[in-house]
C-alpha cells in the first residue's frame, strides 16, 4: 500500500517518539538494573535516529506523493466502447467537447427519443454546452483523408453529418422552446454554442465539469479507434489547464476573421442557427435550406 507524504511523516514521527520513551524508561533502570538500560539505550537511539533520518528525508529530498500523484489515467484503449463517458453529459453543468466531427455526439443527443439533454438545457440542469467540430471546408480534411485512408468526398460527407444534425438539435431546441412558451414555463439561461473550426484538433477532448477525456488523433487510424485517457482539476493537473486553453483557442482562432464560424447558438432560451453558413457548407438553397430546417432529417 502506497502511503501520502503526511502518513509517512506521522509514522517517523511516532518512531522517534517510541524511541524516546525507551530511552527515558532505560534512565529509570540505570540505578536498580543498569543492565536493562544498557539494552534499551541503543534500541531507543536507534528509533529515534531512524525516524528522525527518514522525517528529514522525505521533508527535503522526496517528492510529495500528493504531487506524484498527477497521473494520466487511460480509461479505454477504444473509444468507440467507452459509451459510458459520453453519458456524463446528462449528469454535467459544464460541457464542452471537441473533435473532428461529432456524429456519435450529435447522433446521441437528437436521437434520444426521452431529449434528456433538451431537457437538461432549458430546466438549467445544464449551464453551458460547447461543441466544436472540422469545417467541411478546412483545408486539414485533405491530411485527414489520407490519413484515414478513405477518400476526400468521403471525410466530407462526415463533417456534412454532422452539420445536418446540427440542423436537427436547433430544431429540437426551438420546438421545445416554443412548448414551454406556450406552458408559461420559464427558461434556463444555458449557454449553447456550436463552432466549426479550421485546424486540426490534434486530440479530441471532452470535458464534463472538472474530468477531462481526451484522446490523440494519430495518423495510423481513425480517432476513434485510439486509446482515451482522463485527468482532473481536483488533482490540481497542469495538464487539465493546458487541455482547457486548448479547447478555448481552437474555439476562438479561425482562419478568415471576416468570417463567421458559429454554425448554431442559444441564449437566454433564443435558439440561432447560423442560416447562409448552412447554405454554404452543404450546398443548399432557399427552398431546399428551408425544407431542411423545417424537416426533421
Known amino acids: 500500500m502506497k502511503l501520502h507524504k503526511s502518513n509517512i511523516l506521522l509514522i517517523n514521527t511516532l518512531v522517534s517518539l517510541l524511541g524516546l520513551v525507551i530511552v527515558l524508561i532505560g534512565i529509570v533502570f540505570e540505578e536498580n538494573n543498569p543492565k536493562v538500560k544498557a539494552f534499551l539505550d541503543p534500541v531507543g537511539i536507534g528509533l529515534i535516529a531512524s525516524g528522525g533520518v527518514n522525517f528529514l528525508d522525505k521533508v527535503f529530498t522526496q517528492e510529495n506523493d500528493e504531487d506524484s500523484s498527477n497521473k494520466v489515467e487511460m480509461v479505454g484503449k477504444n473509444r468507440t466502447k467507452l459509451l459510458r463517458v459520453h453519458d456524463k453529459q446528462y449528469s454535467a453543468k459544464e460541457i464542452d467537447i471537441v473533435g473532428v466531427n461529432l456524429n456519435d455526439c450529435l447522433r446521441g443527443i437528437t ?106 488523433y494519430t495518423s495510423d487510424d481513425i480517432g476513434v479507434h485510439s486509446a482515451m485517457f482522463k485527468v482532473s482539476s481536483k488533482e490540481n493537473d497542469p495538464l487539465f489547464e493546458q487541455l482547457k486553453k486548448h479547447f478555448y483557442a481552437l474555439q476562438t482562432k479561425h482562419l478568415d476573421d471576416t468570417e463567421d464560424n458559429l454554425l448554431l447558438r442559444m441564449t437566454l432560451g433564443q435558439p440561432w442557427l447560423n442560416e447562409p453558413l448552412v447554405e454554404s457548407r452543404l450546398d443548399i438553397h432557399g427552398k431546399e435550406l428551408a425544407k431542411l430546417v423545417g424537416s426533421r432529417v
Open 111 to 216: 436521437k434520444d427519443p426521452y431529449q434528456k439533454m433538451i431537457k437538461n438545457i432549458f430546466s438549467g440542469k445544464t449551464e453551458s454546452l460547447t461543441l466544436l467540430f472540422v469545417d467541411p471546408n478546412a483545408q486539414f480534411i485533405s491530411q485527414r483523408a489520407r490519413e484515414d485512408g478513405v477518400g476526400e468526398p468521403e471525410i466530407i460527407g462526415r463533417q456534412r453529418e454532422s452539420i445536418k444534425m446540427c440542423i436537427e438539435f436547433y430544431k429540437l431546441l426551438k420546438d421545445e422552446r416554443d412548448q414551454r412558451l406556450h406552458n408559461n414555463e420559464t427558461n434556463g439561461h444555458c449557454k449553447v454554442e456550436i463552432r466549426l473550426i479550421d485546424f486540426c484538433p490534434h486530440i479530441t477532448i471532452e470535458r464534463y465539469d472538472d474530468e477531462c477525456y481526451w484522446g490523440l
